[in-house]
């Protein structure tokens, strides 16, 4: 059985920054291809990361410059760093992951986490 986790939401002020993090469990991470999404209330799921098991990544628009997708192998773990984050940042972050998806389309995506809150104080 495949579980994903996230952890490292919380509260922070606009212009701050906060690190997420993502566990992957019954299965081999690096194996993965794996992506951030998040979803403020009364708006629809946005696909903010991409990385792939090969290390490319993909970002949207919103948050180029701005937000880091990573994983770190020998720790078993991909990380968003985000920075200079705005309050149109604050959503529910949820780590996703998938053996083929190369993309940011979340129907794509089989397995998800429960999803941590940021939210960015203005």
């Known amino acids: 059985q495949v579980q994903v986790v996230e952890s490292g939401g919380g509260l922070v002020e606009a212009g701050g920054s906060l690190r997420l993090s993502c566990r992957v469990f019954?299965?081999?991470?690096?194996?993965?291809?794996m992506g951030w999404f998040r979803q403020a209330p009364g708006k629809e799921l946005e696909g903010v990361a991409q990385i792939s098991a090969e290390g490319g990544t993909t970002y949207a628009d919103s948050v180029k410059g701005r937000f880091t997708i990573r994983r770190d192998g020998a720790k078993k773990i991909m990380q968003l760093q985000m920075s200079d984050l705005k309050a149109e940042d604050t959503a529910k972050y949820s780590c996703a992951a998938d053996a083929y998806c190369y993309s940011l389309r979340s129907s794509e995506y089989d397995y998800w986490g429960q999803g941590t809150q940021v939210t960015v104080s203005s």
């Open positions: 019954g299965v081999k991470l690096a194996d993965y291809q």
